[in-house]
């Protein structure tokens, strides 16, 4: 029996699970428009407010995943693998990834998104490169992943319509923390690339979604209970986001970062998260068995320049300037920097770099979205010069704004200077990765 909209909402806002067809009726009729967008935003708060089970959530994430096209590639002979982070501040581990793991021995059928409030896009990175293209279309796309093993696209307005609704009417409605719905709406883009297995990094921390441990940890277990259900083994590897990853924010700076990882000269902290994750894929894609194995083979291929190579073909393929990767004057710059300095007279230590504080500064500097029409430039951005547990002299600058406007120069220095703590001891160093949540105890 189909129930009218307000039958189904009320039933969510009384504490009830929801039966599967009340689930399928929703989503499709988000889709139909038999659901109006005030009756979808009750039902999305209740949601938040009252949970789902394991169960509901795993209809929604099926449901919302058959509202639109479900790419298939049975072309493709190598394990399809995809990593998905549920978003940081200077999180351009995609970029070096992708051409890595697929040097090893996997398929990398990555479509991506957009920056979402303060962390970044891998979209909008990608586009820093003159004429890079993230919207293939579908021949273009498997006749690169055959040649290439790797493509990083935009997901194409036929897939998993429902979330595009309801992700947007989430951003305006205070329901995007919802476990459920975060799990719903990553699950349901990933499982319809025509992937056989997922890594997701879950971040937790200042710069992420998730701000506690306890948090990101039930997201992680929820993302992989699910995955697992859906007969798609998914491991979640939690990671600290705190300060921003890497010393680049901003999308050509990004770009520059990853390049340089791609050439074995990338930072400690980055290079840590991106092995780790790479790893895992090599693991579950069936390359490697061990973590030794798979470490071994990800370092020859920086060593080889074949993950490079492999960067440099993906730019190419997709309608970029491959020469990017030698010579960065391609990418846009500024040409206009400011540096940051804070007034100790004596040395200190950075204690801490609040990740959040970066982005929202980058965002302002229009690095990333103010607004849903907002134009993202990618010349600017901020580097920063130095890392939590660094030595600062007095006069010696942390960070530096690379900008085009003034008043955004200005708003942006002006969240920075309370964005950066310095301490007279130097702070203990805990590692960015906190644990693994693996498909195997599912
Ligand atoms: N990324 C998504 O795609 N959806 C969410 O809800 C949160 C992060």
């Known amino acids: 029996m189909k129930l009218m909209p307000q039958e189904i909402i009320s039933h969510k806002r009384d504490g009830l699970a929801l039966s599967q067809a009340e689930v399928e009726q929703f989503v499709s009729g988000v889709v139909s428009g038999d659901f109006k967008d005030y009756q979808s935003s009750a039902l999305l708060m209740a949601i938040l407010l009252n949970g789902m089970t394991p169960e509901e959530t795993g209809w929604l994430t099926e449901a919302m995943m058959r509202s639109g096209r479900i790419v298939e590639l049975p072309e493709i002979t190598r394990p399809k693998v995809d990593k998905h982070s549920t978003g940081g501040v200077g999180d351009k581990v995609s970029l070096i990834l992708a051409p890595l793991v697929a040097a090893c021995g996997l398929c990398v059928p990555m479509m991506s998104g957009r920056g979402l409030g303060h962390t970044g896009g891998t979209l909008d990175k990608l586009e820093a490169i003159p004429g890079f293209r993230t919207d293939l279309t579908d021949a273009e796309y498997r006749a690169q992943l055959a040649l290439l093993h790797q493509a990083m696209i935009g997901q194409s307005a036929d897939i998993v319509p429902a979330d595009r609704k309801l992700y947007a009417l989430r951003d305006v409605t205070g329901t995007v923390e919802s476990i459920p719905l975060i799990c719903s709406s990553i699950l349901s883009k990933k499982m319809a690339e025509g992937i056989d297995s997922l890594v997701l990094d879950v971040k937790c921390g200042l710069g992420a979604f998730m701000k506690t441990e306890s948090e ?5 277990e929820s993302l992989v209970a699910i995955s ?33 990882c791609l050439k074995g000269k990338g930072p400690s902290d980055l290079m840590e998260v991106t092995y780790a994750l790479s790893a895992e894929m090599l693991i579950l894609g069936g390359i490697e068995s061990t973590q030794e194995g798979a470490m071994t083979a990800l370092k020859g291929a920086i060593n080889s320049g ?9 730019v190419e393929a997709q309608g970029g300037d491959g020469t990017v990767v030698d010579n960065y004057n391609y990418l846009p710059r500024t040409g206009k920097t400011k540096d940051i300095l804070l007034d100790n007279d004596s040395s200190m230590y950075v204690q801490g770099l609040d990740a959040r504080s970066f982005g929202d500064a980058a965002c302002i500097l229009g690095a990333g979205r103010v607004s849903t029409d907002s134009i993202i430039d990618p010349s600017v951005g901020i580097e920063l010069l ?42 203990v160093s805990s590692s960015l990765i906190i644990d693994q949540i693996s498909h195997e105890n599912y």
């Open 216 to 220: 990101a940890r039930q997201l992680a």
């Open 228 to 260: 697992a259900r859906m007969g798609k083994p998914t491991s979640a590897i939690l990671t600290r986001m705190d300060e921003p990853l890497g010393h680049m924010i901003g999308n050509s700076l990004e770009v520059i970062e990853s390049i340089d």
């Open 306 to 314: 074949a993950a490079l190579e492999g960067f440099r073909a993906l």
């Open 386 to 427: 130095k890392k939590v547990g660094q030595a600062v002299q007095p006069n010696e600058a942390i960070a530096r704004i690379h900008y085009q406007g003034v008043d955004a120069l200005e708003a942006a220095e002006a969240r920075l200077e309370k964005a950066i703590k310095l301490s007279s001891k130097k702070p």
